[in-house]
């Protein structure tokens, strides 16, 4: 059975503007609340102070980059966010794109698979208890902090390529796609998990998809909104080569190009109610667990109590 959550639509600049958003969790057919990479307000930190405002919801991270954070900064936040709201956590990780791990590590990672690999190896190990002995080549570690395992907690995966799915597939329990039309992930990335999962004799991690949404109403321009919730995204290489192996095609001169390839796609959803449902349903068919509504072009253009209403729509009418 697919699931629905929400995303964070929006970078907060204090952490009670989250408590919306984990109340609309709480009350409503979402199971989680999603939060990306945030450079102002912490996302775990977010979370901690949601549940000890009273709302202690499933929570997860999609994805925090690497370079930001070392792989026992990463478990220590993940431990603390399960521990705080004694709930499930998905602590998801990327490495974030060539430009980034160059600003902040001096130079880019000539292999992403290596460095994603190691640092999955050290937190899982320290979530689980276990002593780390790891020769890396990006990350060395000799630690033991034998901590007590706290239950619940999955490794997530930010995927978009083939490569990164296989590597999914043999060490993470969730792969976690954004801005992915549906025929991708059952055509290209669901095969890629299939067979690292084989190749490490494991299960196949879930999968939850980040899908952009927006419903049709009068003086909405979906070329607009989808350029003004995931116009960063589109100037990145990796996600444009994930876009044209899926066969839209980019023009980084003219965005509005390949926003319209997005959305005829179906990677970023916007139609009346029936509509988002038959598109929800393809994510639902390609093998999606776990869909999380994006309503970020909502929320920029038009604000967030329009997005809060929204999702409240789309949650009564198409996930319960």
Not at 171 to 190: F, H, K, M, Q
Not at 196 to 205: C, F, I, K, L, Q
């Given at each position: ?62 994805v925090t980059l690497m370079p930001f954070r070392h792989p026992l900064e990463a478990a220590m936040q993940a431990r603390s966010v399960a521990l705080a709201t004694g709930q499930p956590m998905v602590a998801g990780f990327g490495p974030g794109g060539t430009a980034l791990q160059g600003s902040m590590l001096g ?214």
């Amino acid at each position: 059975m697919t699931t629905f959550s929400v995303l964070v639509p929006f970078m907060p600049q204090r952490p009670e503007q989250v408590l919306p958003l984990a109340a609309l969790v709480r009350h409503s057919a979402a199971y989680r609340l999603w939060q990306g990479q945030s450079l102002i307000v912490e996302p775990h930190q977010a979370f901690t102070y949601a549940a000890a405002s009273g709302f202690r919801v499933p929570c997860g991270t999609g994805v925090t980059l690497m370079p930001f954070r070392h792989p026992l900064e990463a478990a220590m936040q993940a431990r603390s966010v399960a521990l705080a709201t004694g709930q499930p956590m998905v602590a998801g990780f990327g490495p974030g794109g060539t430009a980034l791990q160059g600003s902040m590590l001096g130079a880019p990672y000539a292999s992403p698979l290596t460095a994603v690999r190691e640092y999955v190896t050290i937190v899982r190990a320290l979530l689980e208890g276990r002593p780390v002995e790891l020769d890396g080549e990006y990350y060395p570690a000799r630690l033991n902090m034998n901590w007590p395992q706290v239950p619940q907690i999955e490794l997530g995966l930010g995927v978009l390529r083939p490569g990164m799915a296989r590597l999914a597939g043999e060490i993470a329990d969730v792969a976690i796609t954004w801005l992915t039309p549906p025929g991708y992930v059952r055509d290209v990335l669901a095969p890629a998990l299939r067979e690292g999962a084989e190749r490490a004799g494991r299960t196949v991690p879930r999968v939850v998809a980040m899908v952009p949404v927006a419903l049709d109403a009068s003086g909405r321009d979906p070329v607009e909104l989808v350029l003004t919730g995931n116009s960063g995204h589109l100037s990145l290489p990796h996600y444009q080569d994930m876009l044209r192996r899926s066969g839209i095609e980019v023009d980084p001169d003219e965005p509005a190009v390949t926003a319209k390839g997005v959305l005829a796609s179906r990677a970023f959803v916007f139609g009346d109610l029936d509509g988002v449902r038959a598109a929800m349903a393809e994510y639902r068919e390609a093998g999606v667990d776990e869909i999380v509504l994006n309503v970020t072009g909502v929320c920029l253009r038009l604000g967030l109590p329009t997005a809060l209403t929204e999702l409240e729509t789309i949650l009564k009418e198409v996930a319960e």
